[in-house]
């Protein structure tokens, strides 16, 4: 690992301020993803700057028909979260399966989607949720902030401070782990709520997390397993990688949203 | 070298350190206590576990700037010198549940977190998911998880672990 300066503000100001002074500085979360890379040199930034100790970033609450996640909260502390277990079992359900115990304690979902690894959980939930991603500068949809592979629509200089979940009567996720790393080889993620219906899927495409409409429109007569029966997405635009080929992944969306409807519906 | 402060097994301990210093390293290194092993630097063998706070953690993917003012627990912690074993320890012990022992510091360290989330009676199933940060390369698992029960049940009673019924 290259050496940096390392930083530790205690607000959302201050931290935007040294990320404005360092332009080659990166914000440090959980740091179980960014970290391994910086080991391997992948990155080096010129500082880190540690979001630990910044106020206002923690914690789960209720507001109005929304539960709203600080950046900084970890994959433990939402998985056990009363208020999530209660308002929305089936998100709850996500970071628990997350890594191992160890990493749970660390990662944190605004690192997660921040990182927006084309493997990783949370971005599923978000769009499967139509969540909103607070920032010190803005709203983001969920629809619009996943752009591609490790890439999300931050600017520079922005900061995720919370994420907002919409609560849908029901949700639910599957994921395929990958037997070593337990990454997702294909993660989907079913919501319904109202008439609103989202199928969001991770792990599979090559753009990173998307959304199935074809599924979406099947589950809009009846949110059922037995509506998406038979149904699979084309092979194209799907991974494929020594861990499972395109067509597999594409095989596995469809096994995938049926128990995850199943499971939201049971 | 900027500088850190902690509490490590229960006493305040600081050291001036690069940046870019692991926990681990800080332990090992600087604080010489070398009870905390580095099986991949990878953060998914769990040879580096050790409590923050509380809470297991991997003490190779942590930054020892970023545990300012942490308290923090290594197996070095759990038990006097000279004194009677911690009774997961023990339980390690009796129940033949390491090999060459490399792995050992970080499986006791995580029992023991099991413990405090999952309470003192423990099934299999239960200690084989929780165990999924770490990693043995001799023993196969199966006595592992005995002492780990067995550690559990040992540490609700407060005294020395029984030995598990084959
Ligand atoms: S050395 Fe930290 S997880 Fe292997
Ligand atoms: S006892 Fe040798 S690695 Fe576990």
Redesign the interface.
């Known amino acids: 690992m290259y050496n940096f300066t390392f930083h530790r503000p205690t607000t959302v100001r201050q931290a935007a301020g040294l990320l404005a002074k360092n332009p080659d500085a990166k914000l440090l979360a959980g740091g179980h993803s960014l970290i391994p890379v910086m080991k391997q040199r992948l990155a080096q930034p010129s500082a880190l700057i540690d979001l630990a100790k910044v106020e206002g970033l923690h914690g789960v609450e209720l507001k109005g028909r929304s539960v709203v996640v600080g950046a900084m909260t970890t994959h433990s502390d939402v998985a056990n979260s009363p208020i999530m277990q209660q308002a929305l079992p089936g998100l709850a359900a996500v970071p628990a399966a997350i890594g191992d115990p160890q990493v749970r304690h660390m990662g944190t979902i605004g690192g997660s989607i921040a990182n927006n690894d084309p493997n990783a959980d949370y971005p599923a939930a978000c769009l499967g949720l139509g969540a909103t991603i607070i920032t010190n500068k803005r709203k983001i949809a969920a629809d619009d902030f996943f752009t591609g592979m490790f890439s999300t629509a931050l600017e520079d200089g922005e900061i995720i401070t919370k994420v907002s979940f919409p609560i849908a009567k029901k949700a639910a996720y599957e994921k395929f782990k990958h037997p070593a790393s337990g990454f997702a080889l294909v993660g989907v993620f079913v919501s319904k709520r109202g008439p609103e219906i989202r199928v969001a899927v991770t792990g599979a495409g090559a753009n990173g997390v998307f959304r199935v409409k074809s599924f979406e429109e099947a589950l809009k007569r009846r949110f059922a397993a037995k509506s998406l029966e038979g149904m699979t997405i084309p092979a194209t635009g799907m991974n494929s990688d020594i861990h499972a080929s395109a067509e597999y992944r594409a095989h596995l969306v469809g096994v995938l949203a049926r128990r995850a409807v199943a499971k939201a519906t049971a | 070298m ?1 500088s850190v402060s902690m509490t490590v097994n229960g006493k305040a301990v600081s050291g001036n350190v ?3 210093t ?1 926990l681990v390293q800080f332990l090992r290194e600087h604080l010489r206590l070398t009870g905390t092993h580095v099986g991949c ?3 998914q063998c ?1 040879a580096c ?1 050790v409590h923050v706070d509380g ?4 003490s190779c ?3 020892a ?2 545990l ?1 003012g942490a308290n923090v627990l290594t197996i070095e912690g759990l038990a006097e010198p000279n004194g009677p074993l911690h009774p997961m320890q023990e339980a390690f012990r009796q129940n033949h549940g390491l090999q060459c022992g490399y792995c050992t510091p970080g499986m006791i360290m ?1 029992a023991i ?2 413990v405090r ?1 999952k309470g003192h009676e423990l099934d299999e199933r239960t200690i084989r998911e ?1 165990l ?3 990693i043995c390369r001799c023993t196969g698992y199966h006595n592992i998880v005995k002492s780990i029960a067995a550690g559990a049940k040992a540490m609700a009673q407060g005294g020395a672990p029984r030995q598990a019924a084959e």
């Open positions: 900027p690069e940046e870019r692991l630097d990878t953060s769990g576990v809470k297991s953690v991997k993917t942590l930054l700037l970023a300012e995580s977190d099991i989330r929780e999924d940060g770490n």
